[in-house]
């Protein structure tokens, strides 16, 4: 029974919290949404002026922010791609009796903890680089050519990098539900003689549905904004072939100046997680009332 | 045991995930091996897997580089300081959601995940304005506050879904008890929320270690922490595999222990409970 005091104790302890996340959501996106509204260069300190949209058509009609919305929208749809159609066998393998397991499970789920800008380098320089690195000496072996990955496959070579630091978070979470699987529903299946395929399609895949959404959902949200793996490996090219959205609004602020710009461009990028949030919201919220 | 299972298919399973894991793995393991190497034979081809001159002097020439202990410490502090605060704001923050709970507690718990939805890079163009202007750039007490408000929906809600777990019977037998909320709070509640707590603190240690858009935007130099010392390495001019390797080795080195701790903590800690 909560009694009038200790009600008025929760808020207390939950004020500071709401406040901070309130400010920390509040105050930066009004002042993005005033600068997008601004004529407003560094370089050029003092020219502030108000232009309406102009930002925004100037963001939208930019070239590079076509170029940077279908990079990131490959980037983020191939990862995703990638990391299920792994994930998934691999976290049915590792769902089998095998010998040696946990060892198995913390190098499969190692790359995650990895922090971005050392896996970007390793395989950048130590694997990928056209003459010295692994791969090159692989393909020699098979006598074929190396591939400079870099510059013939930049975007790939950038989408492979990610895909390795997601498919242990991917495969971690299908396994996690997997172990969630009831046994006797498989067994009774087995039994009723149903092969191994019509079991993994009608129990095992739709019990995975709501995981993979899960997986899709997060992955998505943090794969909008990839930023460090980009500006350690390309710096966003050759031209503009392995800028995103986040590269794009990044360069524009912090290399060009243009605050007005990268402000609209900022708002654009909120708009398209906020679409993805608000699907994931929702599941999360089902999942709290059940 | 549940199910029969033969030997032949437990041994191909086991050849199976053993060789795919051995795979995933492999990068780190080869990164590990180039710290070992000279720089000649780290450039090497055909490469050495194992026969090769084992050297130390990297490590020592990343030490010696008096800097890399700098971005250390930074990335310690930054790291710890960042949780630590972010634990002193959530845990009475979860503790009253979980245990007081109001019409409203769901919607605030979901518009609190929400705010974590925002991408970084929509607010970079303000935070590093009010940066510049507060003299908070490439500051450590700069970075600590912004992962500490980027990682505090996390930590509001794994608490949560710990602290959620404890059942009130042994809360209200403490009230009957006589027990102050104070008492109830050090002999009681604690000891229950102690594994949530460690847990909670370790994937958040993990995560602002790791964490590479704010440190690489708001840091150059003085506050710089390992991922942006890392990032240095990128240069062209830098391109010193066997060093690489080294700093590179030394700095996920402890997380990758963490993180093997927290591994059963991480899907529950980012999927926010969606998938237990």
């Not at chain 1, 370089?43 to 990079?71: K, M």
């Not at chain 2, 590093?128 to 505090?152: A, E, H, K, M």
């Not at chain 2, 093997?260 to 903590?265: D, E, L, T, V």
């Amino acid at each position: 029974m909560a009694t009038q005091q200790t009600q008025l104790l929760a808020r207390t302890l939950l004020t500071p919290a709401v406040a901070l996340l309130f400010i920390w959501m509040i105050v930066p996106l009004a002042l993005t949404i005033y600068f997008a509204t601004l004529h407003y260069n560094l370089l050029d300190p003092g020219s502030e002026s108000f232009v309406g949209l102009e930002n925004f058509r100037y963001f939208l009609t930019d070239p590079a922010f076509l170029a940077s919305l279908q990079n990131t929208l490959v980037l983020v749809g191939s990862v995703l791609a990638i990391t299920i159609i792994l994930g998934v066998p691999l976290a049915l393998l590792l769902d089998q009796q095998v010998v040696g397991l946990s060892i198995v499970r913390l190098m499969v789920i190692a790359p995650f903890f990895v922090m971005p800008t050392v896996s970007a380098l390793v395989w950048k320089n130590l694997l990928m680089h056209p003459v010295s690195g692994l791969f090159a000496w692989i393909a020699h072996l098979f006598g074929l050519p190396a591939i400079d990955w870099f510059n013939d496959a930049p975007l790939f070579s950038v989408i492979l990098i990610i895909s390795w630091q997601w498919l242990p978070f991917a495969t971690l979470i299908l396994l996690t539900a997997l172990q969630s699987l009831d046994e006797e529903q498989k067994e009774a299946a087995e039994m009723d003689g149903a092969s191994a395929i019509s079991t993994f399609i009608y129990i095992t895949l739709p019990h995975l549905a709501r995981p993979i959404t899960v997986v899709i959902l997060i992955e998505t949200i943090f794969l909008l904004t990839v930023f460090a793996e980009i500006f350690v490996t390309t710096g966003g090219g050759p031209g503009l072939q392995t800028t995103n959205i986040a590269f794009l609004i990044y360069s524009q602020a912090l290399i060009q100046y243009d605050v007005g710009s990268a402000s609209a461009g900022g708002l654009v990028a909120v708009v398209l997680a906020n679409i993805v949030a608000f699907f994931l919201v929702r599941i999360v919220g089902r999942n709290l009332e059940a | 045991m549940a199910r029969m299972v033969t030997t032949r298919r437990k041994v191909i399973s086991t050849a199976a995930a053993w060789l795919v894991g051995f795979l995933i793995f492999f990068p780190i393991l080869w990164m590990v091996l180039a710290s070992f190497k000279t720089e000649l034979e780290a450039f090497a081809i055909p490469p050495s897997f194992l026969f090769f001159h084992w050297t130390t002097e990297n490590y020592a020439t990343v030490q010696e580089r008096s800097d890399y202990f700098h971005h250390a410490l930074n990335s310690i502090i930054i790291a710890g300081g960042s949780t630590l605060i972010a634990m002193l704001i959530a845990i009475p923050a979860a503790w009253s959601m979980a245990f007081s709970p109001t019409k409203r507690t769901k919607d605030v718990l979901l518009w609190m995940l929400s705010t974590k939805m925002m991408p970084p890079v929509g607010v970079l163009v303000p935070i590093y304005l009010i940066y510049r202007t507060f003299g908070l750039l490439d500051t450590r007490s700069g970075l600590i506050f912004i992962l500490c408000l980027g990682n505090l929906p996390i930590v509001i809600w794994m608490l949560f879904t710990y602290f959620k777990e404890i059942p009130k019977d042994i809360l209200e037998a403490a009230r009957m008890d006589g027990a102050t909320i104070g008492r109830e709070l050090i002999y009681v509640l604690t000891p229950m929320a102690v594994p949530g707590l460690a847990s909670t603190l370790l994937l958040n240690l993990i995560l602002a270690w790791n964490e590479a858009f704010w440190t690489l935007n708001l840091s150059t130099l003085e506050a710089a922490p390992l991922t942006v010392f890392i990032a240095s390495y990128s240069s062209p001019e830098g391109l010193f595999w066997a060093k690489l390797s080294a700093a590179s080795t030394l700095a996920i080195a402890p997380i990758l222990v963490l993180g093997w701790f927290s591994q059963r903590q991480l899907v529950r800690g980012l999927t926010f409970g969606a998938v237990k």
